[in-house]
C-alpha cells in the first residue's frame, strides 16, 4: 500500500507543519511596528493553514498504520525563523518564512515522487494539494520580501 519513504516523509512533513505553527505564531507575536501590521495578519491567517496540513498528514499517517510524531522524537530545523532580536525587523522574519516555505515545497516535492513510487495515489492526493498552497504562501510573501526591501 505504501512504503516507509513514505511514512519517513509524512512524519517529517508533520513535524515540520507543527514547527512553522510555532515560528508563526511566536513571530506574529514579536514584531513591532506599523509596517509589521500586514506580515503579522498574514501570519496569523496562515497558522490557521499549517495546522490543517498537520491535521490531514497525521490522519493519513494514521490511515497507513503509523503515528505522526510527539515532541519526544522533535528536531528543529527552522534557524532563519527565529524570532529577530530587533522587533521591528520585519524583513528577517519574511525571508525565515520563505525558507520555511522552500523547505515544505521540497518536501512535499519528495512526497509526491516517493509515494508515486509506491503506488499510493491517495498520499500524492494530499502533497499535491498542500504543494499548492505552500506554494501560494511563497508567492505571497515573495511579494512582501520586494515590497519591504524596497522601503
Ligand atoms: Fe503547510
Ligand atoms: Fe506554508
Known amino acids: 500500500m505504501s512504503s516507509d519513504r513514505v ?65 519526544g522524537e522533535f528536531v528543529a530545523r527552522q534557524d532563519s525563523l527565529q ?9 528577517a522574519v519574511i525571508r525565515g518564512v520563505l525558507d520555511a516555505e522552500e523547505g515544505a515545497i521540497e518536501t512535499y516535492r519528495d512526497l509526491i515522487d516517493a509515494a508515486e513510487e509506491a503506488e499510493d495515489p491517495v498520499t500524492e492526493d494530499l502533497a499535491v494539494t498542500i504543494l499548492a498552497d505552500e506554494e501560494a504562501h511563497r508567492t505571497e510573501f515573495r511579494g512582501f520580501e520586494k515590497e519591504y526591501q524596497n522601503e
Do not use: C, F, W
Open 7 to 71: 511514512v519517513d516523509l509524512l512524519r517529517k512533513a508533520y513535524s515540520d507543519e507543527i514547527e512553522t505553527v510555532m515560528n508563526y505564531q511566536t513571530n506574529a507575536i514579536v514584531l513591532d511596528g506599523v509596517r509589521a501590521e500586514e506580515i503579522k495578519e498574514s501570519l496569523r491567517a496562515d497558522i490557521q493553514e499549517e495546522l490543517g496540513h498537520a491535521e490531514q498528514i497525521g490522519q493519513r499517517l494514521k490511515q497507513l498504520g503509523a503515528q505522526p510524531p510527539g515532541s
Open 83 to 91: 524570532p529577530p532580536e530587533d522587533s521591528t525587523d520585519v524583513l
